[in-house]
């Protein structure tokens, strides 16, 4: 019996020895061949034991046999050790800035660590006073220049108020028809006293117009003035908004103020683009970008690490393509901002900054105002030779140019071909404003 199991174990180490080697060959063998030669057992050799045989040899064979093969790394295993090496030393990196920050020392972000950020951060303009602002600041500077706008224009700057400083977009509406319909029935009936007082106390104004900041300055820019005033089976006087002008012409101004109101706006802060030219360079498609462009918080920055984990494993798996494009479209929505960067004929490259929700009109209509001769119709092609259209009201990041894209600049062929039959000259490219200020890509 012995001797049986002797043979069949020397029958089968024979089997997964893999192919005979000459004197002379390399004895490397790499890990890759071994394996599908050690799993290749299903060969049939001409004098062989029986396939029962086998398997009764094999079962024998690992009761005698306790040693352990070695383990054969697969491609899947290098790939789940390198992205463990480097989820653990970002976690490290992320630890050690968190510590920091608690130390109250100031952190530059990882990619000034190692160069110089492509562009310097975010930053804004405000549409009253043309200040340039920060994100953390912006609210607060266009709320100081709406109330120094009260100087020149009380009407303006108190519809600005509702517009602007009320972020639930429906309670505004609210209060704007309940305001209008003030408005109107003073209009409607100028001599009855009833419409030209307002009772604080009453309760739709309580609920629908006093919570709207700025109401009641716009109400004070009507000519409403605060009044006490006795109400019957009261002993305590009351406030009333009353107003004492009612000529024709004040009627007519008053709905003048009131069509402002109605097709008043938010006042927000301008995205600056912060447009810049640079020369050829070989670190075009090299972006480092400010922690601003990404729209994750320090809990959501450790959940991401964990997902990053975890998508080893999902790539092992088969997915679907609407699978694959809903895990696109939640990896555009981390970013808030894009940059992007054009290279032009001449080789040289035009940046901008954008939303990543800006349009490809947006897109066009910046590279346009950039140009000299930006009338003349043009191409844009992106990563991966596709065009893109300026007619297309598609959003950037729906376009996959989110958080930082380099695009191609061409000229219509057409065009430029009937400029050169008619003995033209190439047009000029960015403007001489841009070209001043035109740097070498670090």
Same mark, same amino acid.
């Given at each position: 019996?012995?001797?049986?199991?002797?043979?069949?174990?020397?029958?089968?180490?024979?089997?997964?020895?893999?192919?005979?080697?000459?004197?002379? !060959?390399?004895?490397?063998?790499?890990?890759?061949?071994?394996?599908?030669?050690?799993?290749?057992?299903?060969?049939?050799?001409?004098?062989?034991?029986?396939?029962?045989?086998?398997?009764?040899?094999?079962?024998?064979?690992?009761?005698?046999?306790?040693?352990?093969?070695?383990?054969?790394?697969?491609?899947?295993?290098?790939? %789940?050790?390198?992205?463990?090496?480097?989820?653990?030393?970002?976690?490290?990196?992320?630890?050690?800035?968190?510590?920091?920050?608690a130390e109250g020392s100031q952190v530059?972000?990882?990619?000034?660590?190692?160069? *110089?950020?492509?562009?310097?951060?975010? @930053?804004?303009? *405000?549409?009253?006073?043309?200040?340039?602002?920060?994100?953390? &600041?912006?609210?607060?500077?266009?709320?100081?220049?709406?109330?120094?706008?009260?100087?020149?224009?009380?009407?303006?700057?108190?519809?600005?108020?509702?517009?602007?400083?009320?972020?639930?977009?429906?309670?505004?509406?609210?209060?704007?028809?309940?305001?209008? /319909?003030?408005v109107d029935n003073i209009c409607k009936?100028?001599?009855?006293?009833? @419409?030209?007082?307002?009772?604080?106390s009453n309760k739709v104004f309580q609920?629908? =117009?006093?919570?709207?900041?700025?109401?009641? !300055?716009?109400?004070?820019?009507?000519?409403?003035?605060?009044?006490?005033?006795?109400? !019957?089976?009261?002993?305590? !006087?009351?406030? $009333?908004?009353?107003?004492?002008?009612?000529?024709?012409?004040?009627?007519?101004?008053?709905?003048?103020?009131?069509?402002?109101?109605?097709?008043?706006?938010? =006042? %927000?802060?301008?995205?600056?683009?912060?447009?810049?030219?640079?020369?050829?360079?070989?670190?075009?498609?090299?972006?480092?970008?400010?922690?601003?462009? @990404?729209?994750?918080?320090?809990? +959501?920055?450790?959940?991401?690490?964990?997902?990053?984990?975890?998508?080893?494993?999902?790539?092992?798996?088969?997915?679907?393509?609407?699978?694959?494009? %809903?895990?696109?479209?939640? +990896?555009?929505?981390? @970013?808030?901002?894009?940059? #992007?960067?054009? %290279?032009?004929?001449?080789?040289? #490259?035009?940046?901008?900054?954008?939303?990543?929700? &800006?349009?490809?009109? =947006? #897109?066009?209509?910046?590279?346009? +105002?950039?140009?000299?001769?930006?009338?003349?119709? $043009?191409?844009?092609?992106?990563?991966?030779?596709? /065009? #893109?259209?300026?007619?297309?009201?598609?959003?950037?990041?729906?376009?996959?140019?989110?958080?930082?894209?380099?695009?191609?600049?061409?000229?219509?062929?057409?065009?430029?071909?009937?400029?050169?039959?008619?003995?033209?000259?190439?047009?000029?490219?960015?403007?001489? +404003?841009?070209?001043?200020?035109?740097?070498?890509?670090?």
């Amino acid at each position: 019996m012995k001797k049986f199991f002797d043979d069949i174990k020397k029958d089968i180490k024979f089997k997964s020895a893999g192919p005979g080697k000459t004197l002379t !060959e390399d004895t490397s063998a790499k890990p890759e061949r071994a394996a599908a030669q050690s799993s290749s057992g299903t060969r049939n050799h001409r004098h062989g034991p029986s396939e029962g045989a086998q398997r009764a040899g094999a079962a024998a064979l690992a009761r005698v046999d306790q040693r352990q093969r070695p383990k054969v790394h697969t491609s899947q295993d290098a790939i %789940r050790n390198q992205v463990k090496r480097e989820l653990e030393a970002e976690a490290v990196a992320l630890a050690e800035s968190e510590k920091a920050v608690a130390e109250g020392s100031q952190v530059l972000p990882r990619s000034q660590e190692f160069s *110089c950020l492509s562009v310097s951060g975010v @930053y804004f303009t *405000c549409p009253l006073t043309g200040a340039s602002l920060t994100k953390s &600041d912006r609210e607060a500077s266009i709320k100081e220049a709406i109330f120094m706008r009260f100087e020149e224009d009380e009407v303006e700057a108190s519809v600005m108020m509702v517009h602007t400083f009320n972020k639930d977009r429906e309670k505004v509406k609210a209060a704007v028809d309940i305001i209008s /319909k003030y408005v109107d029935n003073i209009c409607k009936n100028p001599t009855e006293e009833k @419409y030209r007082k307002i009772k604080l106390s009453n309760k739709v104004f309580q609920e629908k =117009v006093r919570p709207v900041e700025g109401t009641r !300055e716009f109400l004070q820019a009507l000519g409403f003035t605060s009044i006490m005033l006795p109400v !019957e089976g009261q002993d305590e !006087e009351e406030e $009333f908004l009353v107003l004492t002008e009612h000529s024709a012409d004040a009627l007519e101004l008053m709905k003048e103020r009131r069509d402002r109101l109605q097709r008043g706006e938010p =006042v %927000r802060a301008q995205l600056d683009r912060q447009p810049q030219a640079f020369r050829a360079s070989a670190n075009a498609q090299h972006f480092e970008l400010p922690p601003e462009f @990404y729209n994750l918080t320090a809990e +959501e920055l450790k959940k991401e690490q964990q997902q990053r984990a975890d998508l080893v494993e999902k790539n092992t798996m088969m997915r679907t393509k609407a699978m694959r494009e %809903r895990e696109e479209q939640r +990896e555009r929505r981390k @970013y808030n901002y894009t940059l #992007l960067r054009i %290279r032009l004929p001449d080789g040289n #490259l035009l940046q901008g900054v954008f939303y990543a929700w &800006d349009r490809l009109p =947006v #897109l066009f209509g910046f590279v346009r +105002e950039s140009l000299v001769d930006g009338w003349q119709p $043009f191409e844009l092609i992106a990563p991966g030779g596709q /065009k #893109l259209h300026e007619s297309e009201d598609v959003a950037l990041a729906e376009s996959n140019l989110v958080p930082a894209a380099l695009l191609t600049f061409a000229w219509d062929a057409a065009v430029q071909a009937d400029i050169a039959a008619a003995g033209g000259k190439s047009p000029t490219l960015l403007k001489p +404003e841009l070209l001043e200020s035109i740097r070498t890509m670090s």
